[in-house]
Nanobody
Framework: QVQLVESGGGLVQAGGSLRLSCVAS????????MGWFRQAPGKEREFVAA????????YYADSVKGRFTISRDGAKMTVYLQMNSLNPEDTAVYSC????????????????????WGQGTQVTVSS
């Protein structure tokens, strides 16, 4: 059974940084794509970043390019989201997701392509 467990959320002031972690278990993930999504109150869940587990190819939403970095550690079965220069608009519940079916770059941002989801971790950025 696949499990994705996030950690690292919290309260930070604008301009600060946080690093989120997502530990994956229950399967071999070498062919998977792992993504981070976020959902702010009253808004739809939106794509943040994604990484292919084997090649390490990355994709980012325009709103976080240059500020957020996604990476993975195969030995620890962990995907990270380093978030710098945070602003109040980044406040949301951040969720890790895994996909077995992504084959093209344009699919990375589609939440419907992801089969498995973690519970989420709250990130709050104060002004």
């Amino acid at each position: 059974q696949v499990q994705l467990v996030e950690s690292g959320g919290g309260l930070v002031q604008a301009g600060g940084s946080l690093r989120l972690s997502c530990v994956a278990s229950g399967r071999t993930f070498s062919t998977w794509v792992m993504g981070w999504f976020r959902q702010a109150p009253g808004k739809e869940r939106e794509f943040v970043a994604a990484i292919s587990w084997s090649a390490g190819r990355t994709y980012y939403a325009d709103s976080v390019k240059g500020r957020f970095t996604i990476s993975r550690d195969g030995a620890k079965m962990t995907v990270y989201l380093q978030m710098n220069s945070l602003n109040p608009e980044d406040t949301a519940v951040y969720s890790c997701a895994g996909s077995q079916g992504i084959s093209s770059g344009w699919q990375y941002a589609l939440k419907t392509m992801y089969n498995y989801w973690g519970q989420g971790t709250q990130v709050t950025v104060s002004s």
